[in-house]
């Protein structure tokens, strides 16, 4: 089954709450919150605060992208705040292994981001301990880029190890997704696609989620 997660960073800010209800009822499966700090990415984006606000909004699971440097200070401000998922970059973890039992200590399912230049082999030896595996598709820090091909052989390869070691482990794809870049990612063996732009700037937000799903 195909999981489509609108990225809110392309949701209008001043009206946060009905834009998350809108794609909720368009047949969303997920909510993706973009946290970027200014350091790990040169854009600052939102915090716990807003995860919170949202948090009663919506039933849809919060799925919190933490594009953030130290992100096991963080993490437990986040899980209060009430995200369902929570996943960090390998680029920002010094201490991959404990920061995803630091997330799944606080009862929330742990991701970890590769970026697109970050081979699928560092994500070998935790493969087993995470809950999704998240490929950007973009370089992470704006919405609205340009999907980069050369990731499909990355999802190919995360989908071959999770086949292999017999895991149930989601495969989520981030950035330049719509309704083109979808269908190569589902192929390559994607199963949440991640689009903000391609459903936030559509006036029909349901159709553009059926398009994007396939
Ligand atoms: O994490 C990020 C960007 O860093 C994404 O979640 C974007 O927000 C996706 O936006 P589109 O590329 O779909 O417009
Ligand atoms: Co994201």
Redesign the pocket.
Known sequence: MIKIAP?I??ADFSKLGEDIKEVELAGADYI?V?VMDGHF?PNITIGPLVVEAIRPITTLPLDV?L?IENPDTYIPHFAKAGADIISVHVEACRHLHRTIHLIKDQGVKAGVVLNPATPVEVIETIIEDIDLVLLMT?N??????RFIDSVLTKIEKVSALVRSRGLSVEIEV????NKVTAKKCIEAGANVL?????IYNEVDRSLAIKNIRG
């Open positions: 990225s960073l392309s993706h973009d990415v992208h594009m973009v992470p820090g704006f919405g609205g880029q981030d950035g330049g997704v991640v689009a903000g732009s391609a």
